[in-house]
């Protein structure tokens, strides 16, 4: 089936069979952030966005994705960059496996609401596993990058 | 694994209707629980290009299509009126906003899955699904049967004066539900659904447990402690539980008398806070 999908601002016409996942037709395009982390639709790994929204890109047929827009971390490394330095300089992460699809869901998070509360990061972020770390030093991450964007971005 | 070998975005729902006779032919919702399988479908069938990812708001009930999803039940504001915003609270614990950004409402509901959040809720509500060719019908009764080779395309939920609670017990966060319950309290009575026991979810024959005066005793937020738990053991005895991985029949029949006292409960106190207020104005 031929598709048609902009991959990080990049227009792809392509032959794909209809069982392809997203996950690996994105890896197969060279976002390599894109990982496979569970297979069970839980780990929150595969994050990219589709039009936008957060979506696991292990469950979703390349050709639902037709016509439409799909980001990676790639295609965000400005927001991903200086977000991620906030993560990295709490420590919180040992193996950053779980890295890239926990920064696309927090950046989707800061889209939708720029002011969370401690308990909205947690719900919004659930769905992102981390089996090295207690998840305490992202949430510190993460407060001390909001309070640096409501600064003004001044640190 | 999933395997499809081909795959067609239906362009009217009758063409959907006619692959979907076929055995070796799936409608793809969300896909994710039919991902999980070793499926092998012939014809995945689309319905993502039939505008039904919406929902409409009318003078007496929601409408919402098959394609919705579990997302969509927690951002679209309006529907927060109905059941004191029972389907936020429903799906809040499913995996993640990533997940819920795919699961669909028509599949959740459609699949009768035991570990469904969605179709407990639903149950407490006064819902109503629509099949392409068997029309509407009480989402209780399509629990029980199915839609065959039928498809469900909207679901219809009226608005009405109840208020809802929703209640599960997880062994931890995001994961399956063991036990999930959601009661309504109306004018009408009280409604107990209870699911992932593990089968999947039931109303359970609340008329026998309470009688007429004592619904109304929790409507008005009057019913006091003693009662209460009375009523809960009662409509626990009703639920029937079985053994998995997760837990056994036992546990699930002690959450269950636990869940509901907590939901009746919450459901009088919440009675009550509203007509002290009124009583204030």
């Known amino acids: 089936m031929q598709i048609r999908i902009t991959l990080n601002g990049r227009k792809i016409t392509e032959d794909v069979s209809p069982d392809l996942l997203l996950l690996d037709w994105v890896r197969a395009h060279g976002c390599y952030s894109v990982k496979r982390g569970c297979e069970t639709s839980n780990c929150g790994l595969c994050t990219v966005f589709m039009e936008d929204k957060p979506v696991l890109s292990c469950s979703v047929l390349a050709v639902r994705a037709d016509g439409k827009r799909i980001e990676t971390l790639e295609g965000l490394r400005k927001e991903a960059e200086e977000f991620g330095a906030f993560i990295a300089g709490q420590g919180a992460e040992q193996c950053g496996f779980c890295n890239p699809g926990m920064i696309m869901n927090a950046i989707a998070l800061f889209r939708e609401n720029p002011e969370p509360s401690e308990e909205e990061i947690k719900e919004y972020l659930a769905g992102n596993l981390c089996r090295c770390s207690g998840y305490e030093g992202q949430l510190r991450g993460i407060q001390a990058f909001l309070a640096y964007k409501k600064g003004g971005g001044i640190q | ?281």
């Open chain 2, 1 to 281: 694994m999933l395997r499809i070998k081909e795959y067609v975005k239906a362009e009217s729902l009758a063409q959907a209707y006619e692959l979907n006779q076929k055995r070796a032919n799936r409608i793809i919702g969300g896909m994710l629980w039919m991902k999980m399988g070793t499926v092998n479908v012939h014809t995945a069938i689309d319905l993502s290009g039939l505008g039904l990812d919406g929902s409409e708001e009318r003078k007496d009930e929601f409408v919402i299509g098959c394609m919705a999803t579990l997302r969509q039940l927690e951002t679209d504001e309006r529907l927060a009126v109905l059941g004191s915003g029972i389907l936020k609270e429903s799906v809040k614990n499913i995996v993640g906003v990533q997940f819920r950004n795919l699961a669909t409402v028509g599949g959740s509901l459609a699949g009768r899955f035991g570990f469904s959040d969605v179709l407990t809720a639903f149950l407490a509500l006064d819902t109503e699904v629509e099949l392409y060719k068997a029309g509407r019908i009480p989402l209780a009764k399509f629990a029980a049967e199915g839609a065959g080779s039928d498809i469900l395309v909207r679901v219809f939920v009226k608005k009405d004066d109840r208020r809802c609670v929703y209640l599960s017990h997880r062994n931890t966060k995001t994961d399956f539900p063991v036990l999930t319950v959601a009661l309504s309290s109306a004018r009408s009575g009280i409604r107990v659904a209870a699911g992932a026991r593990p089968q999947r979810a039931i109303l359970v024959p609340a008329d026998e447990c309470l009688n007429k005066a004592d619904a109304a005793d929790i409507f008005e937020g009057r019913a006091d402690k003693e009662a209460l738990q009375a009523y809960a053991a009662q409509l626990a005895a009703k639920v029937p539980t079985g053994s998995n991985m997760r837990a056994s029949a036992a546990y699930r029949s002690h959450l269950a008398e636990v869940l509901i006292r907590r939901g009746l409960t919450a459901l009088n106190e919440q009675a009550a806070k509203e007509r002290g207020k009124k009583d204030a104005d």
